[in-house]
């Protein structure tokens, strides 16, 4: 096998000073970048250490005992994540997703949640607070997680076959044990909507052409009839480690013709705006979306780039934010943090970076001028 080539930058190391602004609000009410797009949505990644080593993520050739992961100390504090958090809210996020790494191997992480479920935006409302997990730790976890306050959970399954999935994680990990994940979480309502349908758990399956394509339809088939919402994403380019080609990538338009022959599908609309996924909803006999056999979602950020009304920013594990998946830089936060600077200060640093935010890699490799010659953060460390 011909030998992988690991990046001798490591891109964590590359910091930016963050842009100030003078006046970190302004007077509409909404931060927009560079592009008109408004500040939405915040992905925190709590670890950059996972108990799964997916090709696509962390190839185990790379992500081995010598890979040089954060020493403690370099992490954002509870305390320092959620000081953050309210200022995020300050400027316009309503959403918070915590991601990793695996955001369950964080130790006490239901605490951070707890701060985090308290914080509530101007007008008064609580946030829509999530996680983003591989279900490996769920069982053990999703009491402690909704007492603490999370609103709902999405969980990251492969495939259906054991085999397959144990290709795809790379760590011998079975099916079931995610599947038990799912019930733990289904168990103690995480995600279920007040109809009882559990519309708010999500299971997302990374489609890589030629390893796990086989296992659109089983999934399809398991998952309808749950009210849950399965989501199929194309394989990324994130990185710089996992030897992304374009032909292991599945187009969502043909993982739309393979679950068409599962049962009718009715295409929905968006629920909010810089949604990821194009929803689809399995139809019941009237014809109509029937919730209680729920959705799917497609999020194509290979062949449909939806830079256009991307809403997101990324906080690292140890506090830097990215403005983009596919960032090669971050703004340092956290040394801000620990330099004493006031919340106007932090204010007006990432309302400044966020004003300046031009970035739409998808859009441009689309386009055929993605910028190629930078190391990219992987998505271990920025959070998916
Ligand atoms: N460990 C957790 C998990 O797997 O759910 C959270 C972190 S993981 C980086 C977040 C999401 O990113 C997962 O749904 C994962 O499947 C997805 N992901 C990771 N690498 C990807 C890639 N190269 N292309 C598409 N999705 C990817
Ligand atoms: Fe771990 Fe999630 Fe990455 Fe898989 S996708 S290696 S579970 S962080
Ligand atoms: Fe957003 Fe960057 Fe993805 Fe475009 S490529 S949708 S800007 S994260």
Known sequence: MAERVIPLVDQRLDARQPFFSQQP?????????????????????????????????????????????????DLLTFEEITRLARLFVHLGVRKIRLTGGEPLLRKNLEILVEQLAQIRSPDGGPLDLTLTTNGSLLQRKARALKDA?????????????????????D????????????????AVGLGVDDHGHPSGLKVNMVVK????????????????????????IEYMDVGNTNGW??????????????LRQVGPLIQLSAQQPGETAQRWGWAGADGQHDPALGEIGLISSVTEAFCGD????????????YLCLFAHQGYDLRAMLRDGSSDERLLSAVAGTWTQRDDRY?????????????PRVEMSYIGG
């Open 310 to 321: 991307c809403n997101r920013a990324r906080l690292s594990t140890e506090g830097k934010l």
């Open 362 to 374: 998808s859009e441009m490799r689309a386009q055929g001028v993605a910028p190629s010659e930078f």
């Open 245 to 258: 080609r374009m032909a292991e990538v599945m187009p969502s338009a043909q993982v739309l013709d393979t």
């Open 149 to 169: 306050g999370l609103k709902r959970v999405t969980i990251s399954l492969d495939g259906l076959d054991d085999a397959v999935f144990k290709r795809m994680n």
């Open 209 to 232: 052409r030629g390893t796990n394509d086989n296992q659109i339809a089983p999934m399809a088939r398991h998952f309808r009839g749950s009210g849950m919402a399965l989501r199929f």
């Open 25 to 73: 609000m302004p007077p509409s009410g909404l931060l927009s970048d560079a592009r008109g797009r408004t500040l939405h949505d915040l992905r925190i990644s709590v670890t950059d250490r996972c108990n799964f080593r997916c090709s696509y993520c962390m190839p185990k050739e790379i992500f081995n005992s010598h890979h040089p992961y954060l020493p403690h100390g």
């Open 171 to 186: 760590v011998d990990f079975p099916v079931t044990d995610v599947l038990d994940g799912i019930e733990a979480a289904l």
